[in-house]
């Protein structure tokens, strides 16, 4: 948290649109050895995309948020 207070991610410039998600992103999330993006979407009840080519696609305005959190500091917890 920043000193003057308020959320650490407020000059962060949301994305929007469907973006491509590829295994290495999902890594840290703890991927087992053969899981597939979509099984570790579904794992996560994410709602995604593929397309004709296989490739994964995930649109952030469709991932769930705390509305009553997202962009809050902590004091206000």
Do not use: K
Request: aromatic share 6%; proline share 6%.
């Amino acid at each position: 948290m920043p000193e003057t207070g308020g959320c650490c991610h407020h000059n962060v410039e949301p994305i929007s649109g469907r973006q491509p998600i590829t295994l290495d992103m999902l890594v840290m999330l703890g991927v087992g050895a053969n899981e597939t993006v979509a099984e570790i979407l579904d794992g996560f009840e994410v709602v995604y995309e593929v397309d004709e080519a296989g490739r994964v696609w995930v649109d952030p305005d469709d991932l769930s948020t705390p509305s009553s959190v997202y962009g809050r500091g902590t004091d206000c917890l």
